[in-house]
């Protein structure tokens, strides 16, 4: 019934209170998405899932908000006690002002705050450490933020379309500045950015699009810089010191770039000088020395340049380092461990690419970001313990791995990149933390589809929308069976309590040999299919590829079997029969 539910807010609009009365399974994306006129949400006492307070939506003990109605107006006051501010929770509130969060507030979820386009002031409570993906996406009336000298990372997306913010001073807390985390939107009023020092990364296109962006300070600390930072900004100008990072970037990008001013003079905007043409493309030499026998270090040990492909047996990485440097290990193929120091927050793209002997890497608890393809081809990195303080995954970052089972951390609620786990042949169990909003959960899920030799999903008990059992994945809002790892094989016993199949639950998978199904499932095996000998069935089945049953995929099939007290099917010699045995 919560399905159907559902799909009533897509046709409703005028709706002003909704009570509810039983425990319905929250989806924080899509239960509500489309009630944008709810005035008031009302949850009777008792209930052991959920409360109501001033009409928002709370889990029952009161630490997480999980959602405003849409029509909220003017300032909303936050309960206190509250510490999580669900994914989407404030979405598209236009006609909230202001925001009041008590200090007791920790985390936002993923587009928490995204398209509340009137909201004009929030200030940040003091224990908030991370700002993920999307948190502030399109709030274009937003003039002024305080960055706390508490966040330490920027998301993608986070301030992308926030076109009344002019101007941003981070603190030294901020070691990340995610990929397009203030750009990526024509929608953006960003004219001048002051990134202190203690950042160690800006992501690819993070100030893209700003195109009334002049002036930006990067201090020397950053030594990561990601493509396409500036793209359509037209006349910035990057001010910075002397044979840093940033003005490496600047000569490669014919960036116009500033490397001495006056005491007071930054950002009394000067046009420029244009780029000298004789300016050596070899800038940042000193941060690639490719020796064959010694480990490269930036000047002041921050960051991790380049290990001599000779390099074996054991590395341990001094403390100081921050940043392990694109490609830093590269081709290192008698590389078999390496214990890398506390403080670290950034491991670059395809940094241990193709270490192939690599077996072990400790990793920090201080690590933030691993970028994509930073394990790519460690066919003998079997285990690797993910710390509880990342916040992002890049692209295929463990593809043609040897890991066997990985746990994914909490602190990953918001974005990993695509194809995590390509071609990870030997994986064959994963934990997903269940913080996940659906959508991401859908992502991740995805991505494991890839795994031919996969047979246990778990997640997490605090996910709203999916459950694990018998390593499968769940729904639980109109219990589903939503995805079936691609290495199980035998029987599968489908548990009690399912009514029906995801559509592609079972995709790719060759090692099923037969399925019970209980007697609640209800069925679903055709899919959407017209009754046999009507009219539009020849064409049916002709635009789906001949393909009529979910179960088509499951190659090695050999019987299936349906318990005695399901009201609808019955199963006889492995065959699957209607009820009444006439089909």
């Known amino acids: 019934w919560w399905k159907l539910l559902s799909q009533v807010f897509e046709e409703l609009k005028n709706i002003k209170i909704i009570s509810l009365t039983a425990t319905p399974p929250y989806d924080d994306e899509k239960n509500f998405e489309n009630g944008k006129d709810i005035d008031w949400l009302e949850v009777a006492e008792g209930n052991p899932v959920y409360r109501s307070e001033k009409g928002m939506l709370l889990t029952a003990d009161g630490k997480k908000l999980l959602y405003c109605p849409r029509s909220m107006q003017g300032k909303v006051i936050v309960p206190e006690g509250v510490i999580s501010i669900g994914a989407y929770a404030f979405c598209d509130c236009e006609d909230m002002t202001e925001i009041q969060l008590p200090d007791t507030v920790e985390e936002f979820g993923i587009y928490s705050f995204a398209h509340c386009k009137f909201l004009d002031n929030i200030t940040l409570p003091p224990k908030i450490r991370i700002l993920p993906e999307g948190v502030f996406e399109g709030c274009s009336k937003l003039e002024n933020i305080q960055f706390n000298e508490t966040i330490s990372y920027i998301g993608p997306c986070a301030f992308s379309g926030c076109s009344s913010l002019s101007r941003v001073v981070l603190p030294p807390s901020v070691k990340i500045i995610g990929e397009y985390a203030f750009g990526g939107s024509i929608y953006t009023g960003l004219r001048q950015v002051e990134i202190s020092e203690g950042t160690w990364k800006i992501g690819e ?29 037209g006349n910035v100008t990057i001010w910075c010191e002397p044979d840093s990072a940033a003005e490496a970037y600047a000569a490669r990008n014919e960036i116009s770039v500033r490397t001495s001013w006056a005491e007071g003079e930054l950002f009394l905007h000067k046009s420029g000088e244009d780029l000298d043409e004789d300016w050596t493309d070899d800038l940042d030499k000193k941060l690639t020395d490719e020796s064959d026998d010694t480990i490269v270090y930036r000047e002041d040990g921050a960051i991790l340049v380049h290990c001599p492909k000779n390099y074996k047996g054991t590395l341990n990485i001094p403390a100081g380092v921050k940043v392990i440097q694109r490609l830093a290990f590269e081709g290192c193929t008698e590389l078999e461990r390496v214990i890398l120091p506390e403080g670290l927050i950034y491991i670059g793209e395809g940094a241990f690419w193709e270490c192939d002997s690599l077996i072990e890497v400790q990793l920090p608890e201080t690590l933030l970001e691993i970028d994509e393809k930073a394990f790519y081809g460690c066919e003998k990195l079997e285990n690797l313990l993910l710390p509880g303080a990342v916040q992002f995954l890049g692209r295929e970052v463990f593809s043609d791995t040897g890991i066997k089972e990985i746990t994914l951390p909490p602190s990953l609620n918001s974005a990993c990149g695509e194809s995590i786990f390509r071609d990870c042949d030997k994986l064959q169990r994963v934990k997903l933390p269940g913080g996940f909003a659906g959508l991401e959960m859908d992502r991740c899920i995805r991505f494991l589809e890839d795994c031919k030799s996969l047979e246990e999903v778990v997640i997490e008990e605090n996910s709203n929308q999916y459950y694990s059992m018998d390593g499968l994945i769940m729904d639980r809002r109109w219990p589903e069976l939503h995805f079936c790892p691609r290495g199980r ?94 089909m």
């Open 489 to 582: 094989k035998g029987v599968l016993q489908i548990p009690e309590g399912i009514i029906s199949v995801a559509e592609y639950a079972f995709w790719l998978n060759s090692g099923i040999t037969g399925i019970i199904f209980p007697a609640s499932w209800k069925g679903n095996i055709i899919n959407d299919i017209p009754p046999y000998g009507c009219s539009i069935y020849e064409s049916w089945f002709e635009d789906n590829g001949g393909k009529a049953s979910l179960l088509e995929e499951l190659s090695e099939l050999e019987f299936v079997e349906v318990h005695q007290d399901n009201p609808y099917y019955a199963s006889e010699n492995g065959l699957l029969l209607s009820k009444d045995r006439k």
């Open 205 to 233: 296109g993070a100030f893209e699009l700003c195109s009334k962006l002049k002036d930006i300070k990067i201090p020397v600390s950053v030594g990561v810089l990601g493509e396409n930072i500036f793209g359509g900004c």
